[in-house]
């Protein structure tokens, strides 16, 4: 296998640990691959561009949601392979594509298998993977990656918790496929190309990533009391069925509010307003089968 690049955040808790464990694993599987140890994720940004412009072929992304938005960023229409090895916090991209089962040894060799077309978002601020989101969603990951502790879904838990005393309405318009949609107040709203986000909360149940479509899922301006009723249920996906939620479904979505950014794939997206577009087999992923 040839033009194999990998990239990851070597400025990450255990980063470059990470990194040199999927080096001497492709090493050893007769792999030649260049393995880029960008020292920030602005870095890495750029490092995956370049693999992409220079003629990578398969681009082996190392890390969480964040790292895999930058390969995504880098490789979507482009038919460059994008490879996944979670090694983040959230990982809820790999999650959804059943990329997050296994050992590093199942995942680096998932990152080599043949590669299907998966579904990706673009946006006025770049290309969603998995899911953006605002409201309370946006204020609890901004939230957990200000935390160092814990790890993993655990950090949103904890998240979740801190923010809950600021939970508040945010005052938006969304369009979805040109029809005006909602009350304008909402708590919370996500458009998912795929099921998770916030490592492991099932926000848009019904989100499949190569069915053309994503799901659009709008918790309603309610009491604190209310809404804590209704989101422990969003890590099984029953939310949809409470009376305080709007679920639909589209190809296009528009969002505005004053002051209120857009998250996607556990980072800030950019500020609203904002065009999302559904693309289908923008990408090609390696060891999903779908």
């Not at 926000?203 to 009723?229: E, H, M, T």
């Amino acid at each position: 296998m040839t033009g194999v690049h990998v990239i990851g955040n070597a400025s990450a808790p255990h980063g470059q640990e990470q990194l040199g464990e999927v080096a001497e694993l492709l090493a050893r599987l007769g792999v030649e691959a260049e393995v880029h140890r960008p020292p920030t994720l602005e870095a890495a940004r750029d490092s995956a561009r370049h693999c992409v412009a220079d003629g990578a072929e398969r681009l082996i992304a190392v890390g969480g949601d964040g790292v895999v938005n930058i390969a995504v960023n880098a490789v979507a229409e482009t038919g460059v392979v994008l490879g996944v090895v979670p090694a983040g916090t959230g990982n809820d991209f790999a999650r959804a594509l059943g990329l997050l089962e296994g050992d590093i040894e199942a995942q680096v060799g998932r990152a080599l298998a043949d590669a299907s077309p998966v579904d990706a978002i673009r946006t006025d601020h770049g290309w969603v993977a998995s899911v953006a989101t605002l409201g309370f969603s946006g204020d609890v990951t901004a939230r957990a990656n200000g935390l160092r502790w814990p790890r993993g879904q655990h950090r949103y838990t904890l998240a979740t918790l801190l923010q809950l005393p600021r939970l508040r309405p945010y005052m938006v318009t969304v369009t979805v496929d040109g029809e005006r949609v909602g009350t304008g107040s909402t708590m919370l709203l996500a458009i998912g190309n795929t099921a998770y986000f916030g490592g492991g909360m099932r926000i848009c149940p019904a989100a499949r990533p190569d069915d053309g479509r994503f799901q659009v899922v709008d918790i309603d301006a309610v009491s604190r009391l209310r809404f804590l009723r209704v989101f422990p249920t969003v890590f099984s996906g029953r939310h949809v069925d409470r009376p305080e939620v709007s679920v639909g479904s589209g190809t296009a979505v528009e969002v505005d509010g004053a002051d209120i950014d857009l998250w996607a794939d556990g980072e800030r997206l950019g500020p609203l307003p904002v065009r999302l577009e559904l693309v289908p087999g923008a990408l090609r992923v390696a060891g999903w089968a779908g």
